[in-house]
């Protein structure tokens, strides 16, 4: 089981200064199970995933969040 703050927060609050024009279309936490089996493909410990989709003039795109993840894990994350 998780923390249930952790698991209510979607990420789209990390998204609150927009630039105009731009908005959260979508924004969801990635379930416990597929963190974990993520953390270990990466080799580290990631504590929180979410799945944000931003829009802007009909076009969106996708930053996913990774939260508290070890050093090793961040080299990968970043190398790939």
């Known amino acids: 089981g998780g923390n249930a ?3 209510e927060d979607d990420g789209s609050d990390h998204f609150r200064n927009l630039p ?4 959260v279309a979508a924004s ?3 379930p ?3 963190v974990t089996t993520i953390s270990q493909k ?3 410990q990631i504590v929180r995933l979410t799945n944000t989709t931003l ?3 009909g076009q969106s795109i996708q930053p996913n ?5 070890l050093r090793r ?3 990968k994350v970043f190398s790939t």
């Open 32 to 34: 416990e199970q597929q």
């Open 73 to 75: 894990c961040s080299t």
């Open 55 to 57: 829009s802007v003039d």
């Open 42 to 44: 990466l080799g580290g």
């Open 5 to 7: 703050a952790v698991a």
């Open 20 to 23: 105009t024009g731009w908005t």
């Open 65 to 69: 969040q990774c939260r508290r993840f």
């Open 28 to 30: 969801s936490a990635v």
